[in-house]
């Protein structure tokens, strides 16, 4: 059974920071690409970063140089640190697992005030 478990959402003043991570069980972590999404309400579900297992990165163009995704195989686990979060990063952040399938978490609310 895959299990993608988030935690680290909350509420935060703009301009000011989070850490979110994703724990994953029941995969073979090591050989998944990884990544975190968000949906707003009313829009898409949207790609805010992902990475390969070999560690390569990106990142949405209006996320770039604010957040960085990591991941650690030895814990099973992708983090995202957001630095000088906006308004506009507010949404419900879901933790996605790819390989030849997609797993996703139930995800976690970022709400960032103006």
């Known amino acids: 059974q895959v299990q993608l478990v988030e935690s680290g959402g909350g509420l935060v003043q703009a301009g000011g920071s989070l850490r979110l991570s994703c724990t994953a069980s029941g995969i073979v972590f090591s050989i998944y690409t990884m990544g975190w999404y968000r949906q707003a309400p009313g829009k898409q579900r949207e790609l805010v970063a992902a990475?390969?297992?070999?560690?390569?990165?990106n990142y949405a163009g209006s996320v770039k140089g604010r957040f960085t995704i990591s991941r650690d195989n030895t814990k099973n686990t992708v983090s995202l640190q957001m630095n000088s979060l906006k308004p506009e990063d507010t949404a419900v952040y879901y933790c996605n697992a790819f390989r030849v399938h997609d797993y996703w978490g139930q995800g976690t609310q970022v709400t960032v005030s103006s």
């Open positions: 990475i390969s297992n070999g560690g390569s990165a």
